[in-house]
């Protein structure tokens, strides 16, 4: 059982930086895949950035987004530099323990943190 707590989110205007932070419980937090998801108001959960042994990222933040983790701290983070406004969002974190993309592929979630960014 892994419980995930996300914080760090608020209000930026574009062009500014944020970072995500994710709080995970339990002793097995370094043998899970981690990854970042995000949700805007009428669309779909959507994949952001995932770390495990490798880093993964969606098309639409590679370069500008970083993700990394300290397994020491059971802490997930999500580095946001250059922020625009399409990346209004809810963002949740996520564990599974093999990598997937997709939502059904991870079995814990977060409550979510938004993130608004201004024009």
């Known amino acids: 059982q892994v419980q995930l707590v996300e914080s760090g989110g608020g209000l930026v205007q574009a062009g500014d930086s944020l970072r995500l932070s994710c709080a995970a419980s339990g002793r097995t937090f370094s043998s899970y895949i981690m990854a970042w998801f995000r949700q805007a108001p009428g669309k779909e959960r959507e994949f952001v950035a995932a770390?495990?042994?490798?880093?993964y990222y969606a098309d639409s933040v590679k370069g500008r987004f970083t993700v990394s983790r300290d397994n020491a701290k059971n802490t997930l983070y999500l580095q946001m530099n250059s922020l625009k406004p399409e990346d209004t969002a809810v963002y949740y974190c996520?564990?599974?323990?093999?990598?997937?993309?997709?939502?059904?592929?991870?079995?814990?979630w977060g409550q979510g943190t938004q993130v608004t960014v201004s024009s």
């Open positions: 996520a564990a599974a323990p093999t990598y997937y993309r997709t939502v059904q592929g991870y079995d814990y």
């Open positions: 770390r495990g042994g490798i880093t």
